[in-house]
């Protein structure tokens, strides 16, 4: 048996990246997917591709995030796992980055998965799954990335929280939290530091493995953590990403 077969699960920033990866993992082991993402069309994209359902959501948005646990429930009958990856990044220091940054980084990468957990909890029964896209910079500083750094410390420390309220319900939510990886966010960071790619990319491999990860590697940790493999595992946060926080 497939790994998710029989399961439905809502994947947040499913559009690209680790979040469009994930979708379609989640989908070759089984599970009918809501691919949520601010992005309508790529979410769309998304969902034809493994025959799921797409959802045009902001995840800052408490009616936008009800919507999106109605809907998944109201076409699939249930709600087992949920995987809070949405998210930005402003990489600048705390002198050059404006308020209204500030709080959308924090309404993105923060606000959305309590959100998104006190609407799907409710409609989970036991033996649910949440994963919250952490990073190893919520784990330890980084430069030029106050806001992005703080917000993921959040999600860290607020993934083991969740984590303590909802065990006796048989709810289990860990964070993976992956090192620098290929998807299109990276690129972005390289464009807002003014940094040539090669040279920024070269720098981001350099960690143990020698490389940066690939969006398939994180959603196999993903996986791990959504699925009754890790039936013993919450308020974890697993580092994934080739030695670099070691």
């Avoid at 993402?37 to 799921?52: C, H, M, S």
């Avoid at 390289?190 to 790619?197: I, P, R």
Wanted: proline share 3%.
């Amino acid at each position: 048996m497939s790994a998710l077969e029989g399961k439905v699960a809502v994947v947040t920033g499913g559009a690209s990246g680790i979040g469009r990866a994930t979708a379609r993992l989640f989908a070759q082991e089984g599970a009918k997917v809501v691919v949520v993402d601010i992005d309508g069309p790529g979410a769309e994209a998304v969902a034809k591709e493994i025959d799921g359902l797409a959802v045009q959501a902001d995840v800052s948005s408490p009616d936008d995030c009800r919507r999106v646990v109605e809907t998944a429930t109201g076409t699939y009958g249930g709600l087992h796992v949920l995987f809070n990856n949405a998210g930005i990044i402003r990489r600048t220091t705390a002198l050059d980055l404006d308020v209204e940054e500030w709080d959308r980084v924090m309404a993105v990468n923060v606000r959305s998965v309590f959100l998104m957990c006190k609407y799907a909890i409710p409609a989970m029964t036991e033996g649910g799954s949440i994963v919250n896209t952490g990073s190893g910079w919520g784990l330890k500083g980084g430069g030029n990335a106050i806001s992005y750094c703080a917000s993921k410390a959040a999600v860290v420390n607020m993934t083991r929280a969740l984590a303590i309220d909802h065990a006796k319900a048989g709810i289990r939510v860990n964070s993976v939290n992956p090192g620098d990886t290929m998807t299109p966010m990276l690129r972005d960071e390289a464009k807002q530091l003014g940094e040539d790619w090669t040279a920024f990319e070269a720098d981001a491999a350099d960690r143990p493995m020698g490389r940066s990860g690939t969006p398939d590697e994180i959603a196999q940790a993903v996986l791990f953590l959504a699925s009754d493999a890790a039936s013993y595992v919450t308020g974890s946060a697993l580092v994934v990403d080739g030695g670099g926080l070691a």
